[in-house]
């Protein structure tokens, strides 16, 4: 019971942070958002038994990819950001995108992953051991390896795309 309402608290916590971070005029304050929602993650991590996720969490993407997002933040001068001119058709787009995700989420539960293998939810459980060792072998081991490197090239180009628009600017 007691569980429940913890992540009943941290979840809507979340969500309203979420919209917040979403409805926010400065990007700083959208980003300070994002930092709630973190923790927020973090919290529920840690509810799993996922001590060394938490931990992550907090330390790579609430500390070092918030203060690149920050550093690029100040980079691109907020002070001269233009309001947009048409919000409905953001709103419009935002719509469609979130129906074509709802209906992915659907067909995965409905035919399987891409795999070949049924999707279950809950997921199965993963037997007891240690987390960095299961981590380990689930980032390097099974699959997971190209979209993590992936990951961080991506993380690369948009460090340089947006160092070349402030470049731009400056």
């Given at each position: 019971?007691?569980?429940?309402?913890?992540?009943?608290?941290?979840?809507?916590?979340?969500?309203?942070?979420?919209?917040?971070?979403?409805v926010a005029r400065r990007a700083v304050h959208s980003a300070l958002f994002l930092?709630?929602?973190?923790?927020?993650?973090?919290?529920?991590?840690?509810?799993?038994?996922?001590?060394?996720?938490?931990?992550?969490?907090?330390?790579?993407?609430?500390?070092?990819?918030?203060?690149?997002?920050?550093?690029?933040?100040?980079?691109?001068?907020?002070?001269?950001?233009?309001?947009?001119?048409?919000?409905?058709?953001?709103?419009?787009?935002?719509?469609?995108?979130?129906?074509?995700?709802?209906?992915?989420?659907?067909?995965?539960?409905?035919?399987?992953?891409?795999a070949g293998q049924p999707a279950s939810f809950p997921p199965p459980a993963v037997?007891?051991?240690?987390?960095?060792?299961?981590?380990?072998?689930?980032?390097?081991?099974?699959?997971?390896?190209?979209?993590?490197e992936l990951t961080s090239v991506l993380l690369i180009v948009a460090i340089v795309?947006?160092?070349?628009?402030?470049?731009?600017?400056?």
């Amino acid at each position: 019971m007691i569980d429940t309402l913890f992540f009943a608290l941290v979840a809507a916590v979340a969500v309203v942070a979420a919209v917040a971070m979403v409805v926010a005029r400065r990007a700083v304050h959208s980003a300070l958002f994002l930092v709630v929602i973190l923790f927020c993650v973090a919290l529920l991590y840690l509810t799993l038994s996922a001590e060394f996720l938490a931990a992550v969490q907090i330390i790579v993407y609430a500390g070092a990819v918030m203060v690149l997002f920050l550093f690029v933040i100040t980079l691109l001068n907020p002070a001269a950001e233009q309001q947009l001119a048409d919000v409905r058709s953001h709103g419009i787009v935002a719509a469609v995108l979130a129906g074509v995700l709802l209906i992915e989420v659907a067909a995965v539960l409905r035919w399987g992953t891409l795999a070949g293998q049924p999707a279950s939810f809950p997921p199965p459980a993963v037997p007891w051991s240690d987390n960095v060792q299961a981590i380990g072998e689930g980032l390097f081991t099974t699959g997971f390896l190209l979209p993590f490197e992936l990951t961080s090239v991506l993380l690369i180009v948009a460090i340089v795309g947006a160092t070349v628009l402030a470049k731009r600017r400056l």
